[in-house]
């Protein structure tokens, strides 16, 4: 079974820093998308950060000028540098991985930023 291996998630107060990571098995291969999502109490699943298939970035207006994805395509890993906390940013947040013909979630790890 693939798995994604997350880490990186915890509680901070607000205007802090965290960095998620996320790593893929090397039996993954030809990568289409990669990115994050994340998904509040009560909430639909929705998109924080990715890299599109042409390489290019999107990023939810809600955090943009703040979060930061990046990626090393050796070691299979995407990251997500998140500043400028809000408590409004709590979520469990998942890693996700498209082939193009299969779709990878990561188990998810919590993000809680306190006020």
């Known amino acids: 079974q693939v798995q994604l291996v997350e880490s990186g998630g915890g509680l901070v107060q607000a205007g802090g820093s965290l960095r998620l990571s996320c790593a893929a098995p090397?039996?993954?291969?030809?990568?289409?998308?990669m990115g994050w999502y994340r998904q509040a109490p009560g909430k639909q699943r929705e998109l924080v950060a990715a890299?599109?298939?042409?390489?290019?970035?999107n990023y939810a207006d809600s955090v943009k000028g703040r979060f930061t994805i990046s990626r090393d395509n050796a070691k299979n890993t995407v990251y997500l540098q998140m500043t400028s906390l809000k408590p409004e940013d709590t979520a469990v947040y998942y890693c996700?991985?498209?082939?193009?013909?299969?779709?990878?979630w990561g188990q998810g790890t919590q993000v809680t930023v306190s006020s």
């Open positions: 996700n991985v498209d082939t193009g013909r299969v779709n990878y």
């Open positions: 090397r039996t993954i291969f030809s990568i289409n998308t």
């Open positions: 890299f599109t298939s042409r390489g290019r970035t």
